[in-house]
C-alpha cells in the first residue's frame, strides 16, 4: 500500500517540548525552554532552529549523527544550548539567560530531517514573565519550604521541578516511539488459521 507508506513516514519525525507548552519565568532570572525529537529511521545533518515570535533567529544547530552532539551555526548572546544529542533522548533544549519582561512571547522549536526527505516538524512553548511568582497551593512545596527551611529547601524544590520536566519530557517521548504503522494485524487472523491450530493440538482420543 503506497499510501499506508507514506503516512508512516510522514509520523516518523516528532517534535515535543513536553505536556505543558506554557512557561512562567522571573523577570531577569534564567529560564529552561525544553525541546526534543524523536525519529524512527535516524539522522543525518538534521538543522533544529529555535525561533522567537515565528520570525527572529534566536539559535540554530546542526547534527551529523547519533554519535555526535550538534555544532551552532548562529546563536544569541543570551541564549545557551544545554540538550545532548548522543544520549538516549534527542534533547536540544535551550536557556534563555537574564529573562526581561520583552521576551514574553511564543518560542518555536523546529526540526528539519534530511534523511527523511526533508520531513520538518515543531512545537511551541508559550514564555510568560512576571515582575514575582504567584504563590500557588501546591502544599507540597509549602511544606518543604517551611519545614526544611532557606537555601536546602530551594535546592529540593528545585531538584523536584528539574525532576518533573525530565518525567514529562520522557513521557512525551515514551508514547510516540512507535511510529511506523504495521499492516501486519491482518496477517495473524485469516480465515480458519486459529480453528487448524486448536484441531492440530487436540490430543487423539483413545
Known amino acids: 500500500l503506497p499510501g499506508l507508506h507514506v503516512f508512516a ?10 505536556k505543558t507548552n506554557t512557561v512562567t519565568a ?6 529552561l525552554l525544553p525541546c526534543v525529537f ?3 529511521i535516524g539522522f543525518q545533518d538534521l538543522v533544529f532552529t529555535w525561533y522567537f515570535n515565528t520570525t527572529e533567529l534566536i539559535y540554530q544547530g546542526k547534527i551529523k549523527n547519533k554519535a555526535t552532539e550538534p555544532t551552532v551555526i548562529q546563536q544569541n548572546p543570551r541564549v545557551e544550548f544545554v540538550g ?3 544520549k538516549k533522548d534527542n534533547n536540544i533544549s ?13 518560542y518555536t522549536c523546529h526540526v528539519k530531517n ?7 516538524h515543531n512545537a511551541t512553548i508559550i514564555l510568560t514573565v ?3 511568582m504567584v504563590k500557588t497551593d501546591n502544599t507540597v512545596t509549602l511544606i518543604i519550604v517551611s519545614v526544611v527551611g532557606g537555601l536546602i529547601g530551594l ?15 520522557k513521557k512525551t517521548q515514551d508514547g510516540k516511539k512507535e511510529c511506523l504503522v504495521s499492516s501486519s494485524g491482518n496477517d495473524n487472523t485469516e480465515n480458519g488459521l486459529a480453528g487448524s491450530k486448536a484441531e492440530q493440538k487436540a490430543p487423539p482420543k483413545a
Open 9 to 18: 513516514i510522514t509520523l516518523a519525525l516528532e517534535v515535543s517540548v513536553g
Open 26 to 31: 522571573l523577570n531577569n532570572s534564567n529560564v
Open 38 to 40: 524523536s525519529t524512527c
Open 84 to 86: 545532548s544529542t548522543t
Open 94 to 106: 535551550i536557556v534563555l539567560n537574564s529573562v526581561e519582561f520583552s521576551d514574553a512571547g511564543k
Open 114 to 120: 534530511p534523511k527523511e526527505k526533508g520531513a520538518q
Open 130 to 132: 512576571v515582575h514575582q
Open 155 to 169: 535546592l529540593i524544590l528545585f531538584m523536584l521541578i528539574k525532576r518533573v520536566v525530565l518525567f514529562i519530557i
